[in-house]
C-alpha cells in the first residue's frame, strides 16, 4: 500500500484564487500534486480534489493536515486530506 | 484506476453530513489461560493480559482515524464469557473480577469491555449460577462492564429457569442503579442463539471457537442509507433495495479497510466485519427514519415490519459481497433510546412494545434499550423475554432483550441516560399476569428446525 498518496479535497463557497493559495501551501511543505481536479459546481461552490504524494514533505502527515484545516479556516473552505485507499477501497473493486 | 472527484466528494458528505463512522473496533481476546483456583490471581492475569494485548488499541485506531479521515467512534474489549475463567462458585469472586474488568478496561481506554457472560442455554454450572447472581452488583458498581447471558438457542431449546431467573435480574439491577434511571439494566442483554464475533455492545463477548486475540470491526451509517433513500423518492422497493444495497456495500468497504489495515498495525488477526445500522442520538441518523423516508408517516405503522425486513436484508447482500467476512449480526438495529425517530414515535404512543416485537423477528437483534414502568413484575420481563427467545429460536436467528424497568417512572415519563445510550419515553406494557407460566420453569425442547443434520 502507498502511503504517500494523500486525497487533498477542497470545498466551499468559490472565489478568485484558491488553487493558488492551496497549491502554494503544498509547494511551501515540498508536498508534490500529481492529478488536480476541479470545478465549480450548482453555479457557486468550488470543489477541488488534489491527488498529491508526501514522500519528501518537510513535515508530517498530521502537520500537514493541520496546515490545510487552518488554511480552510482562513479562506472559508473546508480543506481535508485523506490516505487515498479510503476512496479506491470505497468506490473500487 | 482514477477516482473521479464525484466519488471522492460523495465519501467525504456521507462523513461530514450523513453520520458515516466505524462504529466500533472491538479487541476480542481470549482469557481461558488466565484461570486459577484464587480469584486474586485471575484478576492480576486478567488485568496484565488486557493490557499487554490491548495497550496500544486505542492509540492505532486514532492513527487510522487521521490516516483515512474517518471516524473511529469507539474501541471496546470482548473477552471469553468470564463464567469459564473464574473457578470458585462464589458470588463475591464475580463482583471482584468485574472490577477487575473496569480496571483493565480504564487503563487501557476503552470505553466498554463486554464479556461478564455466560452461556445457559441447556443448563447452568455452579459457575454459571454465581456469574448470573453477581450481575446486579457487578453492573450497578462498575462503570464500563457489560453482561450477556445467552439462554436459548435453536439447537438446545429455551432454558426457561434462566429465562425466569433474568428476570428478577434485571429487576434488582434497575432497584442497585434507581438514582441513574436503572442505567445497569443498559448494561445487560438477554440473548438467544449469541454470536461469537458480535463487536457491539452491550452484548459483544469472545466465544470459546475463536483466536487468541482478534480485531472485529462495527460499521454503521444510517444516516447514508436515509439520505440515498429520501433521494430516491417515488421509485418502487426492488430500486429502493437495490440503492440499499449499494450504500450498504459502500460502507462495508470502508470497515474493510479499517479492520485489515488496525489488523496490519497491531499485529492481530482479522475476524468479522458487523455491518450493523446502529443509531446515534444524532439528528438524521436514525433507522426509523429510514423506514419513514420509505413511505411511512411514523416508525409503528403498519408496513413497518415489511420495511424493515427490506433494510435488514439489503444491507446484508451489499455488505456480503464487499467483504468476505461479514460476521457478527450484520443488519439494521433498533434500540429504541438511540434512534430519535423511534424516540419520537413512542412519545407520539404509536410504536408498541408489540410492534418492536414483530420488527425483532425481521431486523439483526431484538428488544433493545426499551424503557418500561418500574411496577412491572419480574415474571412479565422473564415473560418478554420468553417470546423474544421463541422468534430467535424458532427463525435460527439471534433476538435478544435489553430492557429497562426504570425505577418510580411510570408510562409517559421520560428517563435519561446520557451519551450513546441517549432517552426514552417509558412506554406500557401488558398488565395481564404470565406468573404461571414463568414458575413452571423447565427446558422448552429445541424445535424441529434445530434437528439439521
Given amino acids: 500500500m502507498s502511503e504517500s498518496r494523500v486525497m487533498v479535497t477542497v470545498i466551499g463557497p468559490d472565489r478568485v484564487g484558491i488553487v493558488a493559495d492551496v497549491a502554494t501551501l503544498l509547494a511551501k511543505q515540498s508536498v508534490n500534486i500529481l492529478d488536480i481536479n476541479q470545478k465549480v459546481m450548482d453555479g457557486d461552490i468550488f470543489a477541488m480534489t488534489m491527488l498529491t504524494d508526501i514522500s519528501k514533505a518537510v513535515i508530517d502527515f498530521g502537520e500537514l493536515k493541520k496546515l490545510l484545516e487552518e488554511k480552510g479556516k482562513e479562506l472559508g473552505l473546508k480543506i481535508h486530506a485523506q490516505h487515498e485507499e479510503i476512496f479506491k477501497y470505497m468506490h473500487r473493486i | 484506476?482514477?477516482?473521479?472527484?464525484?466519488?471522492?466528494?460523495?465519501?467525504?458528505?456521507?462523513?461530514?453530513?450523513?453520520?458515516?463512522?466505524?462504529?466500533?473496533?472491538?479487541?476480542?481476546?481470549?482469557?481461558?489461560?488466565?484461570?486459577?483456583?484464587?480469584?486474586?490471581?485471575?484478576?492480576?492475569?486478567?488485568?496484565?493480559k488486557i493490557e499487554r494485548l490491548a495497550g496500544k488499541l486505542r492509540e492505532?485506531?486514532?492513527?487510522?482515524?487521521?490516516?483515512?479521515?474517518?471516524?473511529?467512534?469507539?474501541?471496546?474489549?470482548?473477552?471469553?464469557?468470564?463464567?469459564?475463567?473464574?473457578?470458585?462458585?462464589?458470588?463475591?469472586?464475580?463482583?471482584?473480577?468485574?472490577?477487575?474488568?473496569?480496571?483493565?478496561?480504564?487503563?487501557?481506554?476503552?470505553?466498554?469491555?463486554?464479556?461478564?457472560?455466560?452461556?445457559?442455554?441447556?443448563?447452568?454450572?455452579t459457575q454459571d449460577i454465581a456469574l448470573i447472581d453477581a450481575i446486579p452488583?457487578?453492573?450497578?458498581?462498575?462503570?464500563?462492564?457489560?453482561?450477556?447471558?445467552?439462554?436459548?438457542?435453536?439447537?438446545a431449546g429455551i432454558n426457561m429457569d434462566a429465562v425466569k431467573k433474568m428476570g428478577q435480574v434485571i429487576k434488582e439491577a434497575a432497584r442497585l442503579t434507581a438514582d441513574r434511571g436503572g442505567l445497569a439494566c443498559a448494561k445487560l442483554v438477554v440473548f438467544a442463539n449469541a454470536v461469537d464475533d458480535n463487536p457491539f455492545m452491550a452484548g459483544a463477548f469472545h466465544?470459546?471457537?475463536?483466536?487468541?486475540?482478534?480485531?472485529?470491526?462495527g460499521v454503521s451509517g444510517p444516516g447514508v442509507v436515509r439520505a440515498a433513500v429520501k433521494a430516491a423518492k417515488g421509485k418502487d422497493l426492488g430500486e429502493v433495495a437495490e440503492i440499499i444495497k449499494k450504500v450498504g456495500f459502500k460502507i462495508t468497504r470502508m470497515g474493510e479497510l479499517v479492520g485489515r489495515e488496525i489488523s496490519r498495525r497491531l499485529n492481530v488477526e482479522f475476524g468479522i466485519l458487523d455491518v450493523s445500522l446502529a443509531p446515534t442520538p444524532a439528528e438524521g441518523d436514525s433507522v426509523a427514519e429510514i423506514l419513514e423516508a420509505m413511505g411511512l408517516e411514523r416508525v409503528g405503522a403498519p408496513g413497518t415490519t415489511a420495511a424493515l425486513a427490506l433494510l435488514n436484508d439489503a444491507m446484508k447482500k451489499g455488505g456480503a459481497f464487499a467483504s468476505s467476512y461479514v460476521g457478527g449480526l450484520s443488519g439494521a438495529f433498533i434500540p429504541l433510546s438511540e434512534d430519535q425517530g423511534m424516540i419520537r414515535a413512542a412519545r407520539e404512543g404509536v410504536l408498541s412494545i408489540e410492534k418492536l416485537e414483530a420488527m425483532t423477528a425481521v431486523c439483526s437483534v431484538g428488544l433493545d434499550m426499551i424503557a418500561i414502568p418500574g411496577d412491572t413484575s419480574a415474571e412479565t420481563i422473564s415473560a418478554i423475554i420468553a417470546d423474544e427467545a421463541a422468534i430467535g429460536v424458532i427463525n435460527n436467528k439471534t433476538t435478544a432483550v435489553r430492557i429497562i424497568p426504570v425505577p418510580g417512572?411510570?408510562?409517559?415519563?421520560?428517563?435519561?441516560?446520557?451519551?450513546?445510550?441517549?432517552?426514552?419515553?417509558?412506554?406500557?406494557?401488558?398488565?395481564?399476569?404470565?406468573?404461571?407460566?414463568?414458575?413452571?420453569?423447565?427446558?422448552?425442547?429445541a424445535p424441529i428446525q434445530g434437528m439439521k443434520n
Fill in chain 2, 207 to 217: 466465544g470459546v471457537g475463536e483466536p487468541e486475540c482478534v480485531v472485529n470491526v
Fill in chain 2, 60 to 125: 492505532t485506531a486514532k492513527g487510522i482515524e487521521m490516516d483515512y479521515g474517518i471516524p473511529i467512534v469507539n474501541t471496546r474489549l470482548a473477552i471469553t464469557p468470564i463464567s469459564q475463567v473464574v473457578a470458585g462458585g462464589h458470588k463475591d469472586d464475580f463482583v471482584y473480577i468485574a472490577k477487575c474488568l473496569d480496571e483493565a478496561a480504564k487503563r487501557v481506554g476503552v470505553n466498554f469491555i463486554g464479556g461478564f457472560s455466560s452461556l445457559v442455554q441447556k443448563g447452568f454450572t
Fill in chain 2, 137 to 155: 452488583e457487578a453492573l450497578s458498581s462498575t462503570e464500563r462492564v457489560c453482561s450477556s447471558v445467552n439462554v436459548a438457542s435453536t439447537r
Fill in chain 2, 1 to 48: 484506476m482514477t477516482i473521479s472527484p464525484e466519488e471522492i466528494l460523495e465519501t467525504i458528505q456521507m462523513i461530514e453530513q450523513e453520520s458515516l463512522d466505524v462504529r466500533t473496533v472491538t479487541m476480542g481476546i481470549s482469557l481461558l489461560d488466565c484461570s486459577h483456583s484464587d480469584v486474586k490471581v485471575v484478576g492480576e492475569q486478567v488485568i496484565a
Fill in chain 2, 409 to 445: 417512572k411510570k408510562v409517559g415519563d421520560m428517563v435519561y441516560f446520557g451519551g450513546l445510550l441517549g432517552e426514552a419515553p417509558i412506554i406500557p406494557v401488558s398488565r395481564l399476569s404470565s406468573k404461571e407460566f414463568i414458575d413452571r420453569g423447565g427446558r422448552i425442547p
